[in-house]
């Protein structure tokens, strides 16, 4: 059975880094959507970075900061630099139509 699994999130001060992994297990990445997305505390999940068969799509609020990228075919990594307070959430690895289990991402003033 095929099972993704987030690392690296953490607690860090506005405008501190964090790199996410995410490591398929049982098998690797498949299908043109892969990415990250998250959830905040009383909001939806949103997107934050996706690949897809063209392009990386990445939201609004994270581009220039978040760089999605890929190693081999079973690793994918978020890395965030000059985190803000909303960038706070759980941050959840996605690939056709599976989820990982979500990792807690804190940013404290």
């Known amino acids: 059975q095929v099972h993704l699994e987030e690392s690296g999130g953490g607690s860090v001060q506005a405008g501190g880094s964090l790199r996410l992994s995410c490591v398929v297990s049982g098998g690797i990445f498949s299908g043109p959507g892969m990415g990250w997305y998250r959830q905040a505390p009383g909001k939806l999940r949103e997107l934050v970075a996706l690949?897809?068969?063209?392009?990386i799509n990445y939201a609004d609020s994270v581009k220039g900061r978040f760089t999605i990228t890929r190693e081999f075919r079973n690793t994918m990594y978020l890395e965030m630099n000059s985190l803000k307070t909303e960038d706070t959430g759980v941050y959840y690895c996605?690939?056709?139509?599976?989820w990982g289990q979500g990792i807690q991402v804190t940013v404290f003033p």
């Open positions: 690949f897809t068969t063209s392009k």
């Open positions: 996605y690939n056709s139509g599976l």
